[in-house]
């Protein structure tokens, strides 16, 4: 599937509904520059799954559990992550192999660690099409 959304709003809106259709043990992964917005994703993603506390990236912790919606979302920023042993330190495994669903931000980072049956997101720009302009790919 490939959309395109012109405002953070309706990128929300579509992560949104694609976190209503999540099931548990689901893994996605999220990639794009810098301030594409996957952040403004993430949040739509949580909101799908009820979740209404605030949803940041969790850059310093990599990992930020979330267990108040219908499935425990486990949201991934892998950003500063040195190598895979730091995954292993956290017990990755655990919350990919869970019953919650995993959003992964910078995924191509621990590429050697994500199961094949994840679901692929990219998030792009195209400044010629607006400044908040995203053409979003999932699969």
Known sequence: ????????????????KLGRQAKAGGIYTLTGDLGVGKTVFAQGFAAGLGITESVNSPTFTIVQV????????????????????????????????GQGVCLIEWAERVRELIPAEAVPITIEKNLEKGFDYRRITVG
Do not use: N, Q, W
Not at 2 to 12: C, I, K, L, M
Not at 72 to 93: A, L
């Open 1 to 16: 599937m490939v959309a395109e959304t012109f405002s953070p709003e309706e990128t929300f809106a579509l992560a949104k």
């Open 66 to 97: 979330y267990e108040e919606g219908c499935l425990p979302f486990y949201h991934f920023d892998v950003y500063r992550i040195g190598d895979v042993e730091e995954m292993e330190e956290i017990g990755y495994e655990d919350y990919f192999y």
